[in-house]
């Protein structure tokens, strides 16, 4: 039984370890802090289908790992949308700041 616990709390240490580190690299700015920034993208994130109570946090952890692959420091979200019962998407503009 201590087997099988140990397991789930590697995969969930080892899983939410890359989630992390995308919050490291891309920070959140309102659109009023944007100073010094070029445009780069558009990012979109979305929970899934499935049904989740932190379906806005999973959403814009999605959206925030997009800005990082385009080399962005920091995002401005646009609109969160709830698109069912528990899920939804995060929209924003990825930017990168000096």
Not at 25 to 46: I, P, T, Y
Not at 86 to 96: K, V
């Amino acid at each position: 039984m201590t087997s099988i616990t140990s397991r789930v709390i590697a995969t969930l240490i080892f899983v939410g370890v890359p989630m992390s580190n995308v919050n490291a690299k891309v920070k959140e700015l309102l659109r009023s802090e944007v100073n010094d920034c070029q445009f780069l993208a558009d990012v979109k994130g979305s929970s899934g289908y499935g049904k989740d109570v932190n379906w806005r946090q999973i959403a814009k952890e999605y959206a925030l790992k997009k800005a990082d692959s385009v080399g962005a420091t920091h995002v401005v979200w646009t609109s969160i949308k709830e698109l069912g019962v528990l899920n939804g998407e995060a929209n924003g503009i990825a930017y990168r700041c000096n």
